[in-house]
């Protein structure tokens, strides 16, 4: 994919202006998954997400540059601080609570949510939620009650290919080595 240095200026697609192309696009994400828990919450479904809650928080999830580029936007110190011990995400603290909230990966901003996806083999619609909030039949829900996650992951992709060169993605740990 050959994307123009004009296209990236206008688009603020450099390496300088990732991060802050990445808080809009995380923006969005925000936005449309409180919608979808708004809307659960109407059809009498609460998640169990809360803060504290960090079993999903596990130790082999990965990031893209961009992604790592808000975290050091936001959280320009944070190398200096001691990765979380192995077993859980680096970025965890020692009471359950994510240390880069603000700056959290796309991947952890719809955590929780019930979860739809096209198999690209099967060619059919897979869903899956967090094992505890599995009281909700997902099967049972609406497209719009659940999250479709293809089309954000493009989008990422997209923004990091256009930055990058590349969607290159790295274990969390690996943050405090690049
Ligand atoms: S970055 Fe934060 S929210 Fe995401 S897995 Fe790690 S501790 Fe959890
Ligand atoms: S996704 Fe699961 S483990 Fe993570 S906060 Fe929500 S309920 Fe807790």
Redesign the pocket.
Same mark, same amino acid.
């Given at each position: 994919m050959h994307i123009s240095e004009e296209y990236k200026q206008s688009h603020g697609m450099t390496p300088e202006k990732i991060a802050d192309t990445m808080l809009d696009f995380y923006a969005r994400v925000d936005s449309a998954c409180e919608g979808i828990v708004k809307t659960l919450a109407q059809q009498g479904h609460t998640l169990k997400c809360m803060a504290g809650c #960090?079993q %999903? %928080?596990i130790d082999d !999830?990965s990031i893209t540059k961009a992604e790592a580029a808000v975290i050091e936007k936001l959280f320009p110190a944070f190398r200096s601080l001691n990765p979380h011990p192995s077993g859980a %995400?680096p970025? !965890?603290d020692d009471h359950g609570l #994510?240390r880069?909230?603000a700056a959290?990966?796309y991947i %952890?901003r719809t955590h929780g949510l019930p979860m739809r996806w096209l198999d690209e083999t099967s060619q059919t619609e897979e869903r899956d939620i967090c094992f505890l909030n599995d009281d909700i039949d997902i099967l049972s829900l609406e497209p719009t009650s659940c999250w479709t996650s293809q089309t954000a992951e493009i989008q990422l992709s997209i923004l990091n290919i256009a930055t990058f060169g590349d969607a290159e993605r790295i274990p969390?740990r690996s943050f405090w080595e690049i």
């Open positions: #960090c %999903c %928080c !999830l %995400c970025f !965890l #994510c880069i909230y959290r990966p %952890c969390m």
